[in-house]
């Protein structure tokens, strides 16, 4: 009897050393490239950002976070983690999805592919001046996700759902030269290969829908995050799909924003819902 007793206890031990083991890998499998998911700094947004749709930094710089929501058409600025916030009034309201700085202007893309454009000089004013709403540059489509290149000018903006688009094989982009005041063009056009997700992660439901790009300043590479499809999916400067990753609906609400500072560590905005805030969550590269 002593014997089963002990052989029962040994059982017991070794079924909690799996369980504790199994636990470990799943924390393990939330370090994605350098960035720890399962260890964010939270900074909840205020009511008026409860629908935060995307996020930007003026020159990479972490110290003030510029947001839009998607109903009205106000730019946000805030210090981190204090909820006190400021706007710049721009536009009516609208469906705006996503903000980049670059050349110290402010561009804001809402998702019929128009965008508001003007000088970071009046976002300290509630209702700036020589605001520009630039028209038809994009294709007809859905948009939500944008990013600045302060180096060169450029607007990357990636399609949500355009035609021509089957988003369960291809999502294009299009690359757009800004210039003095308010000149914007096309300049070049890029896609993402859903095959290539696929190949990492088994399956895209519903397709690919991408609702914020940024990228890093560090790897130079692409980050295009989706919270239809729970999903951040990194590419190379060619567009080329390196590593994808499903995110914790636990932890990422609705993920619709993303951004780096200038030490490459990495931002996602969420929108609230019926028990959380909207919030920013900030992940430090791994060694800082």
Known sequence: MKNQYSTMLAAVALLGLLIAGCNSTQKETE??????????EKFNMPESLFEVSGIAFDKGQSDTVYAIQDEDGKLFRLAWDVPKQKHSKFGKKGDYEDVSIINDRAYILKSNGTIYTFPMAEAVYQEPEGVS?????????????????EGTGELFVICKNCAGDDSKNSVSGYILRTGPDSVIAESGKFAINVDEIKAITGKVARGFRPSGIARNP??????????VNQMV?????QWKVKDAHHLNSNM?????GIAFDNAGNLYISNEGDDLFSGNVLKFRKSGQ
């Open 218 to 227: 560090v790897t130079k590479e692409w980050y295009i995050i989706s919270a």
């Open 252 to 256: 990422f609400i609705q993920p619709e």
């Open 31 to 40: 370090i994605f490239r350098g960035y720890d998911f399962n260890k964010p």
């Open 233 to 237: 999916v990194v590419a190379d400067r």
């Open 133 to 149: 709403e630039v028209k038809g540059t994009l294709p007809k489509g859905e948009y939500e996700g944008m990013y600045g290149d």
